[in-house]
Protein backbone atom coordinates (compact mmCIF):
# COMPACT_ATOMS: atom_id res chain seq x y z
CA UNK A 1 0.00 0.00 0.00
CA UNK A 2 1.15 3.52 -0.96
CA UNK A 3 1.67 6.51 1.27
CA UNK A 4 -0.86 7.91 -0.62
CA UNK A 5 -3.65 4.96 0.10
CA UNK A 6 -2.87 4.81 3.71
CA UNK A 7 -3.59 8.65 4.13
CA UNK A 8 -6.93 7.94 2.34
CA UNK A 9 -7.72 5.32 4.38
CA UNK A 10 -7.18 7.25 7.36
CA UNK A 11 -9.27 10.30 6.60
CA UNK A 12 -12.04 7.47 5.69
CA UNK A 13 -11.62 5.93 9.13
CA UNK A 14 -11.87 9.43 10.82
CA UNK A 15 -15.16 10.62 9.02
CA UNK A 16 -16.59 7.16 9.91
CA UNK A 17 -15.36 7.02 13.75
CA UNK A 18 -19.29 7.53 14.91
CA UNK A 19 -20.10 4.45 13.17
CA UNK A 20 -17.26 1.92 13.32
CA UNK A 21 -17.74 -0.77 16.09
CA UNK A 22 -21.49 0.65 15.91
CA UNK A 23 -24.23 -2.57 16.63
CA UNK A 24 -27.76 -1.94 16.33
CA UNK A 25 -31.14 -3.68 15.97
CA UNK A 26 -33.84 -1.42 14.12
CA UNK A 27 -37.58 -2.11 13.61
CA UNK A 28 -39.29 -1.00 10.23
CA UNK A 29 -42.24 0.22 9.79
CA UNK A 30 -44.48 -3.08 8.66
CA UNK A 31 -42.59 -4.51 12.14
CA UNK A 32 -39.69 -6.48 10.26
CA UNK A 33 -36.53 -6.28 12.58
CA UNK A 34 -32.64 -6.51 11.78
CA UNK A 35 -29.30 -6.08 13.24
CA UNK A 36 -26.39 -4.26 11.79
CA UNK A 37 -22.82 -4.41 13.33
CA UNK A 38 -20.50 -1.97 11.37
CA UNK A 39 -17.47 -3.83 11.44
CA UNK A 40 -14.89 -1.66 10.11
CA UNK A 41 -14.59 0.63 7.24
CA UNK A 42 -15.67 -1.69 4.18
CA UNK A 43 -17.48 -4.25 6.13
CA UNK A 44 -20.51 -5.42 7.95
CA UNK A 45 -22.19 -7.85 9.69
CA UNK A 46 -25.97 -8.55 9.58
CA UNK A 47 -28.74 -10.20 10.87
CA UNK A 48 -32.74 -10.66 10.17
CA UNK A 49 -34.68 -10.78 13.34
CA UNK A 50 -38.26 -10.68 12.10
CA UNK A 51 -40.08 -10.73 8.84
CA UNK A 52 -40.16 -13.04 6.00
CA UNK A 53 -36.32 -13.12 5.13
CA UNK A 54 -36.07 -14.31 9.28
CA UNK A 55 -32.72 -16.84 9.41
CA UNK A 56 -30.61 -14.70 6.85
CA UNK A 57 -27.40 -13.31 8.45
CA UNK A 58 -23.80 -12.69 7.23
CA UNK A 59 -20.80 -11.73 9.14
CA UNK A 60 -18.38 -10.50 6.57
CA UNK A 61 -20.09 -8.95 3.93
CA UNK A 62 -18.15 -5.57 2.03
CA UNK A 63 -19.92 -2.84 1.89
CA UNK A 64 -19.56 0.73 0.75
CA UNK A 65 -19.54 3.09 3.75
CA UNK A 66 -19.47 6.97 3.74
CA UNK A 67 -19.96 9.82 5.98
CA UNK A 68 -23.03 11.99 4.56
CA UNK A 69 -22.00 15.32 6.44
CA UNK A 70 -22.97 17.95 4.08
CA UNK A 71 -22.27 21.74 4.53
CA UNK A 72 -23.22 22.57 8.39
CA UNK A 73 -23.47 19.15 9.32
CA UNK A 74 -21.80 17.15 11.80
CA UNK A 75 -19.97 14.41 9.62
CA UNK A 76 -20.38 12.10 12.04
CA UNK A 77 -23.94 11.88 12.54
CA UNK A 78 -25.18 11.15 8.93
CA UNK A 79 -24.03 7.85 7.20
CA UNK A 80 -24.74 5.83 3.89
CA UNK A 81 -23.98 1.95 3.75
CA UNK A 82 -24.41 0.05 0.50
CA UNK A 83 -23.40 -3.37 -0.86
CA UNK A 84 -24.30 -6.35 -2.94
CA UNK A 85 -24.86 -9.85 -1.61
CA UNK A 86 -24.14 -12.63 -3.28
CA UNK A 87 -28.11 -13.19 -4.04
CA UNK A 88 -27.78 -10.37 -6.52
CA UNK A 89 -29.87 -8.00 -3.86
CA UNK A 90 -28.46 -4.49 -3.61
CA UNK A 91 -28.84 -2.62 -0.05
CA UNK A 92 -28.48 0.77 1.04
CA UNK A 93 -28.39 1.66 4.39
CA UNK A 94 -28.91 5.81 5.48
CA UNK A 95 -28.48 6.02 8.81
CA UNK A 96 -28.72 8.74 11.34
CA UNK A 97 -27.28 7.04 15.11
CA UNK A 98 -27.98 10.48 17.17
CA UNK A 99 -31.57 10.50 15.68
CA UNK A 100 -32.11 6.81 15.50
CA UNK A 101 -32.88 5.94 12.38
CA UNK A 102 -32.64 4.30 9.64
CA UNK A 103 -33.69 4.69 5.77
CA UNK A 104 -33.17 1.30 3.53
CA UNK A 105 -33.59 0.85 0.20
CA UNK A 106 -33.49 -2.71 -1.64
CA UNK A 107 -33.22 -4.54 -4.48
CA UNK A 108 -34.62 -8.46 -4.53
CA UNK A 109 -34.17 -10.34 -7.64
CA UNK A 110 -37.41 -12.41 -8.67
CA UNK A 111 -35.90 -15.69 -7.99
CA UNK A 112 -35.47 -14.43 -4.15
CA UNK A 113 -39.29 -13.82 -4.19
CA UNK A 114 -39.75 -17.14 -5.75
CA UNK A 115 -37.75 -19.03 -3.81
CA UNK A 116 -35.48 -17.69 -0.74
CA UNK A 117 -34.65 -21.00 1.19
CA UNK A 118 -31.18 -20.96 0.28
CA UNK A 119 -30.71 -17.11 1.52
CA UNK A 120 -32.49 -17.79 5.21
CA UNK A 121 -29.36 -19.11 6.50
CA UNK A 122 -26.04 -17.94 7.00
CA UNK A 123 -24.51 -16.61 3.72
CA UNK A 124 -20.84 -17.16 4.17
CA UNK A 125 -21.37 -21.21 4.50
CA UNK A 126 -24.06 -20.87 2.25
CA UNK A 127 -22.81 -19.25 -1.05
CA UNK A 128 -22.54 -22.70 -3.53
CA UNK A 129 -26.35 -23.05 -3.01
CA UNK A 130 -27.26 -19.25 -2.81
CA UNK A 131 -24.86 -18.61 -6.01
CA UNK A 132 -26.66 -21.48 -7.93
CA UNK A 133 -30.36 -20.38 -7.34
CA UNK A 134 -29.12 -16.73 -8.46
CA UNK A 135 -27.89 -17.68 -11.25
CA UNK A 136 -30.65 -19.76 -12.24
CA UNK A 137 -33.12 -16.84 -12.16
CA UNK A 138 -34.51 -15.34 -12.93
CA UNK A 139 -32.84 -12.16 -11.76
CA UNK A 140 -35.34 -9.62 -13.45
CA UNK A 141 -37.69 -8.06 -12.68
CA UNK A 142 -36.25 -5.94 -9.66
CA UNK A 143 -38.67 -5.39 -6.69
CA UNK A 144 -37.80 -2.42 -4.70
CA UNK A 145 -38.45 -2.24 -1.38
CA UNK A 146 -38.04 1.27 0.44
CA UNK A 147 -38.08 1.25 4.56
CA UNK A 148 -38.19 3.86 7.62
CA UNK A 149 -37.25 2.13 10.49
CA UNK A 150 -36.16 3.24 14.48
CA UNK A 151 -32.79 2.40 15.88
CA UNK A 152 -34.10 0.67 18.89
CA UNK A 153 -30.92 -0.61 20.10
CA UNK A 154 -27.53 0.63 19.90
CA UNK A 155 -24.34 0.14 21.61
CA UNK A 156 -20.78 0.72 20.45
CA UNK A 157 -18.01 -2.55 20.39
CA UNK A 158 -14.62 -2.52 19.19
CA UNK A 159 -14.42 -2.82 15.44
CA UNK A 160 -14.21 -6.89 13.83
CA UNK A 161 -15.55 -8.22 17.20
CA UNK A 162 -16.72 -11.56 15.81
CA UNK A 163 -19.17 -12.07 18.83
CA UNK A 164 -21.24 -9.84 18.13
CA UNK A 165 -23.45 -11.61 15.10
CA UNK A 166 -21.66 -15.10 15.87
CA UNK A 167 -25.32 -17.38 15.53
CA UNK A 168 -28.30 -17.90 13.35
CA UNK A 169 -31.30 -15.85 14.75
CA UNK A 170 -32.97 -19.08 15.53
CA UNK A 171 -30.08 -19.29 18.26
CA UNK A 172 -30.95 -16.43 20.24
CA UNK A 173 -32.31 -15.89 23.81
CA UNK A 174 -35.90 -15.23 23.50
CA UNK A 175 -36.24 -11.78 23.80
CA UNK A 176 -33.21 -10.65 22.03
CA UNK A 177 -34.72 -8.61 18.87
CA UNK A 178 -37.30 -6.46 21.49
CA UNK A 179 -34.39 -5.30 23.47
CA UNK A 180 -33.60 -1.80 23.83
CA UNK A 181 -32.01 1.54 24.89
Known sequence: MSAGT??????CT?????LLG??????????????????NADTVATRCLLGPMFGRWTTNQ???IVSLGGAGADPDEQYKLAWVEPTGSTMVAIVWP????VHTTATFPQWMLDYPESTLTHYEDNLHAIR?????????????????GRITYLESRDPDDDTVIDCPPSKLPVGYADRMN
Do not use: C, F, Q
Request: aromatic content about 12%; proline content about 4%; glycine content about 10%.
Open 22 to 39: KHMIYAYENGWKYELYVR
Open 14 to 18: GLLAG
Open 98 to 101: GERR
Open 132 to 148: ADRDRGPTYPLTLVSSN
Open 6 to 11: DAANSD
Open 62 to 64: TAK
